[in-house]
């Protein structure tokens, strides 16, 4: 097992302890650095979010057990965090809480669809396509469609998901 197992098994054991693991869930874990500082990132969520408190405690705890197990023997920086809105989702279930929100959905063939994200199924999502977008395939000077579309995305046709921030919702 690698670095990254380790860490992504330990911080899963974590929340099982602290019984976190029903609302918390691991989004990734990157190793980073050289031979002389290694940079370790886990980015946890939760189904209704995760507070500074809880990256705190998780944080202390992977510290403390890195330690303990003398798993890094060079200095190490741990970083503990939520993924932000920055960051593209990466898990079905960072989609699930996310309904209802405008996201930004980047396709595998390079176009992109912007819109509320409806529904979330096994094997798409469903987007609620904003009236103002134009219809693929449509001339630059084409009207706007009045009505929203929903639309059926497959999974393995999105590229990337992020969520947009609105201030008028």
Same mark, same amino acid.
């Given at each position: ?9 330990? *911080? ?12 918390l869930?691991? *989004?990734e874990?990157?190793v980073?650095?050289n031979?002389?500082?290694? /940079? ?8 209704h979010?995760?507070?500074?408190d809880r ?5 202390r ?24 809105l ?5 898990l ?6 996310n309904i209802?929100? /405008? ?9 992109t ?5 409806e529904? *979330?199924? *096994?094997?798409h999502i ?25 639309v ?6 999105i ?8 201030f008028?919702?």
């Amino acid at each position: 097992m690698d670095l990254k197992e380790i860490i992504e098994e330990w *911080v899963n054991g974590i929340l099982v302890a602290d019984q976190l693991d029903n609302e918390l869930f691991v *989004v990734e874990v990157t190793v980073t650095g050289n031979k002389a500082l290694t /940079k370790i990132t886990v980015l946890l969520d939760g189904d209704h979010g995760i507070d500074i408190d809880r990256c705190a405690r998780v944080s202390r705890q992977l510290g403390n057990r890195i330690d303990e197990q003398n798993l890094i023997e060079t200095p190490y920086v741990l970083e503990v965090s939520s993924p932000g809105l920055d960051l593209p989702l990466k898990l079905k279930r960072q989609y699930s809480k996310n309904i209802g929100r /405008k996201v930004r959905v980047l396709l595998t063939d390079g176009s992109t669809k912007t819109g509320r994200l409806e529904a *979330v199924e *096994v094997d798409h999502i469903l987007l609620v396509e904003d009236s103002k977008s134009k219809p693929k395939g449509a001339a630059k000077n084409a009207p706007k469609t009045d009505s929203p579309a929903v639309v059926p995305i497959a999974w393995n046709n999105i590229s990337k998901t992020n969520v947009l921030v609105s201030f008028n919702d």
